[in-house]
């Protein structure tokens, strides 16, 4: 089955500066790549996804690329901001009329102001 | 709220008895997940549904566990005989047909605490 690693598990930034998460994943067959932000206590919330027909994917100050190839993905936040601590966690599933989700360990993003 | 909503939010229990959760998914989302969260780690899928068929069961759901979805709408997750190991944030997803069926979202979870 698919696994997902997810690296670093915890990161410290000020505010401000970029924060980059990555994973990699085991089953070349895996075609979607969602990221997920869950703050304490929260449900995940879908903050970005990428396929595997493109490369890259932005959405204002987060961006996801895919390396196909390499079989690895990353998050990129620019601009952090204290509201942008939380656990994020990757995930990985293949189209196969269903998409069970593989997650990652998740990274602990800590932003300080 | 339009969202996945789940109840109980929380739940205590001895162990030995029995617990039930229900999700109630996006109106119109025929796709549903459950998910186990355990401190410092990721969802891991425990069972999926398609309307009311359950398409797929993880090794992990041992046959304590018992999930249903009777008309394709909200979906019921039973514990039988529950066990310390079992404490767990307990997550449902749902997901639309079309092109963006693999995209889920997520409920806010059962936390289930076992002593």
Not at chain 1, 6 to 30: F, M, N
Not at chain 1, 47 to 73: M, W
């Amino acid at each position: 089955g698919e696994n997902v690693e997810q690296h670093p598990s915890t990161l410290s930034v000020q505010e401000g500066d970029s924060a980059v998460i990555k994973c990699t994943y085991s089953d070349s067959a895996s075609n979607y790549f969602p990221w997920y932000k869950q703050e304490l206590g929260k449900r995940p919330q879908l903050i970005i996804d990428i396929r595997s027909n493109v490369g890259e994917k932005k959405d204002q100050r987060i961006a996801v690329t895919l390396n196909k190839t390499a079989k690895h993905f990353s998050l990129h936040i620019t601009e952090t901001q204290p509201e942008d601590s939380a656990v994020y966690f990757c995930a990985a599933s293949r189209n196969s009329g269903y998409s069970t989700l593989t997650f990652g360990k998740g990274t602990m993003l800590l932003v300080s102001p | 709220d339009t969202g996945v909503s789940q109840d109980p939010r929380h739940k205590i229990t001895k162990r030995g008895q029995n617990v039930t959760f229900r999700c109630d998914p996006i109106s119109e989302h025929n796709r549903l997940y459950w998910y186990r969260q355990t401190l410092g780690q990721g969802p891991e899928f425990l069972t999926y549904f398609q309307n009311e068929a359950q398409l797929e069961k993880s090794r992990l759901l041992s046959d304590r566990f018992s999930a249903e979805r009777p008309k394709g709408s909200f979906s019921t997750l039973e514990i039988q005989r529950t066990e310390q190991g079992d404490s767990a944030m307990y997550l449902c997803a749902s997901s639309p047909t079309g092109p963006d069926s693999d995209t889920q979202y997520f409920g806010p979870g059962t936390r289930l605490t076992v002593l």
